[in-house]
């Protein structure tokens, strides 16, 4: 052979779509990641207690087993109508259900002063929630809340479906699934919240008409939101922010209390 001629690979050595010896390791294949298991009826009551315990909420053993059921039946849709991105149920209680339920002692000392300054035959006190999606906070505001009626919008119809799916099966008579754009909405409510639905401009934009005269936003968010703050129009009053601690959740969440000023 010339030695101008190309070598073809020496021995042992690899080309460019050679194959590699019969005895050489083959590369180790990759873990299965394992889908979360569901928690039974049981399991949320048995988790439930710690949480009420660090947040002081008297909740009755009536509420806990309908927390509990709810979080039973959102795992059990989410896997068909994706509702939440969660799947892991420690992750579940922890960023949605404590997270719901810490609000429940400010929005309790709300509900006090609004009671006591109603007229008796006013009726129930109406909350909106926002956005709710699978309804978080709605359901848990509506079991927690019976003297509350709570109407969970959303776009997505069939979230309004389990939220309606979940009002029958729990009977909870205080709560409703609406399927519309909140800027649909007809009536008015005394209170209007939501849960990592849009900016505070737009969550106040969309919903002032029917926000009740001396009425109030209540602006479930992470960090304190400075920049969304800023941009609120003129007339609306921040007369509140609230920071709270999320049991078993190291992250940052307060409370956006805003009203129409007077």
């Not at 400010?106 to 008796?120: C, Q, Y």
């Not at 009626?149 to 479906?161: H, L």
């Not at 519309?180 to 849960?195: C, D, F, M, N, W």
């Not at 304190?224 to 703050?229: C, G, K, Q, S, V």
Request: aromatic share 4%; with cysteine.
């Amino acid at each position: 052979m010339s030695s101008h001629q190309k070598r073809g690979p020496q021995r042992g050595a690899f080309s460019a779509g050679a194959r590699p010896a019969s005895g050489a390791p083959k590369p180790a294949p990759r873990p299965v990641a394992k889908a979360p298991v569901a928690w039974s009826q049981a399991e949320w009551e048995a988790a439930l207690p710690p949480v009420l315990a660090q947040l002081a909420l008297p909740l009755t053993v009536d509420q806990v087993h309908k927390l509990a059921a709810y979080m039973v039946m959102l795992a059990h849709w989410n896997s068909t109508f994706n509702l939440t991105a969660l799947r892991d149920p420690q992750d579940m209680l922890s960023h949605h259900l404590a997270d719901c339920l810490t609000v429940l002692a400010p929005l309790g000392r709300h509900l006090a002063a609004v009671r006591a300054s109603r007229a008796p035959d006013q009726g129930a006190i109406r909350l909106l929630d926002v956005g709710s999606g699978g309804g978080l906070p709605g359901v848990v505001l509506a079991i927690c809340c019976p003297d509350v009626q709570v109407s969970c919008v959303d776009t997505v119809g069939k979230k309004a479906a389990f939220i309606r799916q979940v009002a029958a099966e729990l009977r909870l008579p205080n709560l409703r699934g609406e399927h519309a754009r909140v800027e649909q909405l007809k009536g008015q409510y005394e209170l209007i919240t939501s849960r990592a639905f849009a900016s505070l401009v737009d969550f106040v934009t969309l919903t002032r008409a029917i926000l009740a005269e001396g009425a109030v936003w209540m602006a479930m968010k992470g960090k304190h939101p400075e920049d969304e703050l800023a941009q609120l129009p003129q007339d609306v009053d921040v007369f509140h922010v609230e920071q709270l601690q999320v049991p078993g959740l190291d992250a940052e969440r307060c409370l956006i209390w805003m009203r129409v000023k007077g």
